[in-house]
């Protein structure tokens, strides 16, 4: 497709991608299948090369039935399109990891995105894609299953069979030792991880530097949360009320970093896409203007890790037994918090935590929600603030 968008090596993979790409974790928030359809179709004809998903990018109703799920919008949109003139890069993921669960849910993720194999190479209808298959969200216990099933040697072998193109794993903050052990085991030609203004620690204010690591390894180094979420997360609206730092900004602090192969743009709707490509198509930053954005960001960083994001990737494999929505909660909670600490108006704050049944009293405390929080929340704590604080 006439694409606008500047590319970039992805790792050593041999393939160049658009330096913004499609986040499509998103899609389960639009209002049907068929405005999920339209954007993807929007995308493509942008001409990001790039899109990543992953099985658990889904919306359920109340009976635990899936409503939208991000895979399968997208195998629908590519196999209907018949003008693609390059072959696209699918990045999906699984909260797989023993051997067993590797092969489940890579067969589901082919299912789901109709991938098909023809003499060789993939494709989804007409347009040949390259599978890169991640595992989601690692993280020490989860690395320590990986690592003791043999399913590091396992997800090689089936890469070896042309299951997959590529393997990578994506990853957040606070897994830094983890993702290093990741890099360095030299099975992986891919990650996903967080970077941006408020947040480089896993780049140039890490020790080490991990984004400069997995580049030095030959790996193609995906961009998760440049923006914070996509601006569809209400605390980050806020944060660039604060900061005057803009959705632009963010796309250009994290495409000056030469590290990084793509940045994952969140998008719900085509207009946030185009903000970012055009952004991308500013002048890389010089490290004057970088240490100036960052001394912004410095402002508000520390509220950065006792908040959260809503970025919902908790609920992706778990219900609280209570029914307790707590992301939307903890997500409002933060944004009181914020708010009341640079004291702004926190008048409304109270009717809208009314709105939650159950609300954050009816925490039991039983934990069992923080093993999914991939930023490592003490979600029960952070309920009982929330309860004494709004109730
Ligand atoms: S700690 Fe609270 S919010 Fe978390 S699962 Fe238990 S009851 Fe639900
Ligand atoms: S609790 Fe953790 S994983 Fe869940 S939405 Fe909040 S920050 Fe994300």
Same mark, same amino acid.
């Given at each position: 497709?006439?694409?606008?968008?500047?590319?970039?090596?992805?790792?050593?993979?041999?393939?160049?991608?658009?330096? #913004?790409?499609?986040?499509?974790?998103?899609?389960?928030?639009?209002?049907?299948?068929?405005?999920?359809?339209?954007? =993807?179709?929007?995308?493509?004809?942008?001409?990001?090369?790039?899109?990543?998903?992953?099985?658990?990018?889904?919306?359920?109703? %109340?009976?635990?039935?899936?409503?939208?799920?991000?895979? #399968?919008?997208?195998?629908?949109?590519?196999?209907?399109?018949?003008?693609?003139?390059?072959?696209?890069?699918?990045?999906?993921? !699984?909260? &797989?990891?023993?051997?067993?669960?590797?092969?489940?849910?890579?067969?589901?993720?082919?299912?789901?995105?109709? +991938?098909?194999?023809?003499?060789?190479?993939?494709? +989804?209808? /007409?347009?040949?894609?390259?599978?890169?298959?991640?595992?989601?969200?690692?993280?020490?216990?989860?690395?320590?299953?990986?690592?003791?099933?043999?399913?590091?040697?396992? &997800?090689?072998?089936?890469?070896?069979?042309?299951?997959?193109?590529?393997?990578?794993?994506? /990853?957040?903050?606070?897994?830094?030792?983890?993702?290093?052990?990741?890099? *360095?085991?030299? +099975?992986?030609?891919?990650?996903?991880?967080?970077?941006?203004?408020?947040?480089?620690?896993?780049?140039?204010?890490?020790?080490?530097?991990?984004?400069?690591?997995?580049?030095?390894?030959?790996?193609?180094?995906?961009?998760?949360?440049?923006?914070?979420?996509?601006?569809?997360? =209400?605390?980050?609206?806020?944060?660039?009320?604060?900061?005057?730092?803009?959705? !632009?900004?963010?796309?250009?602090?994290?495409?000056?970093?030469?590290? +990084?192969?793509?940045?994952?743009?969140?998008?719900?709707?085509?207009?946030?896409?185009?903000?970012?490509?055009?952004?991308?198509?500013?002048? @890389?930053?010089?490290?004057?203007?970088?240490?100036?954005?960052?001394?912004?960001?410095?402002?508000? /960083?520390?509220?950065?890790?006792? #908040?959260?994001?809503?970025?919902?990737?908790?609920? *992706?494999?778990?219900?609280?037994?209570?029914? #307790?929505?707590?992301?939307?909660?903890?997500?409002?909670?933060?944004?009181?918090? @914020?708010?009341?600490?640079?004291?702004?108006?926190?008048?409304?704050?109270?009717? %809208?935590?009314?709105?939650?049944?159950?609300? &954050? /009293? =009816?925490?039991?405390?039983?934990?069992?929600?923080?093993?999914?929080?991939?930023?490592?929340?003490?979600?029960?704590?952070?309920?009982?603030?929330?309860?004494?604080?709004?109730?």
């Amino acid at each position: 497709m006439q694409s606008t968008i500047k590319r970039r090596p992805l790792g050593n993979t041999g393939l160049n991608v658009t330096e #913004i790409s499609w986040g499509a974790m998103n899609v389960r928030r639009l209002p049907d299948e068929q405005a999920a359809i339209q954007l =993807a179709n929007e995308v493509l004809d942008k001409g990001v090369n790039l899109i990543d998903t992953a099985r658990g990018y889904e919306s359920k109703d %109340e009976n635990g039935n899936v409503v939208m799920a991000s895979e #399968i919008i997208l195998g629908k949109a590519i196999s209907a399109r018949t003008d693609l003139d390059e072959p696209i890069v699918i990045v999906t993921k !699984g909260h &797989a990891y023993t051997p067993e669960d590797f092969d489940r849910s890579l067969t589901e993720s082919w299912e789901r995105l109709q +991938i098909r194999e023809e003499g060789g190479k993939l494709f +989804i209808g /007409s347009t040949q894609i390259f599978l890169a298959y991640f595992l989601h969200g690692i993280m020490e216990d989860r690395w320590k299953t990986i690592t003791t099933s043999g399913t590091l040697e396992h &997800a090689a072998k089936r890469r070896e069979e042309g299951r997959c193109h590529f393997l990578g794993f994506s /990853s957040h903050y606070g897994d830094s030792v983890v993702i290093k052990e990741a890099i *360095e085991t030299g +099975i992986f030609q891919l990650c996903e991880l967080s970077y941006n203004v408020y947040n480089p620690s896993l780049g140039e204010e890490g020790d080490p530097d991990i984004i400069k690591l997995a580049n030095e390894h030959g790996m193609g180094v995906v961009n998760m949360k440049a923006f914070n979420g996509g601006g569809t997360v =209400a605390i980050f609206k806020q944060l660039e009320d604060i900061t005057g730092i803009t959705h !632009g900004d963010m796309a250009r602090f994290s495409l000056s970093n030469p590290y +990084i192969s793509c940045i994952d743009a969140g998008v719900r709707a085509i207009e946030e896409l185009e903000v970012d490509i055009e952004a991308s198509l500013l002048p @890389v930053m010089t490290p004057d203007e970088r240490s100036a954005l960052r001394e912004k960001a410095k402002k508000i /960083s520390p509220f950065l890790n006792v #908040i959260c994001r809503e970025c919902l990737h908790c609920v *992706e494999k778990f219900e609280c037994p209570q029914g #307790i929505d707590f992301p939307h909660i903890l997500g409002m909670h933060g944004r009181y918090s @914020v708010s009341k600490s640079l004291g702004l108006d926190i008048t409304n704050y109270k009717s %809208e935590y009314a709105k939650f049944a159950p609300d &954050a /009293s =009816a925490c039991v405390a039983c934990g069992n929600c923080n093993e999914w929080c991939e930023y490592h929340l003490n979600v029960p704590e952070m309920m009982a603030t929330a309860a004494k604080d709004l109730g």
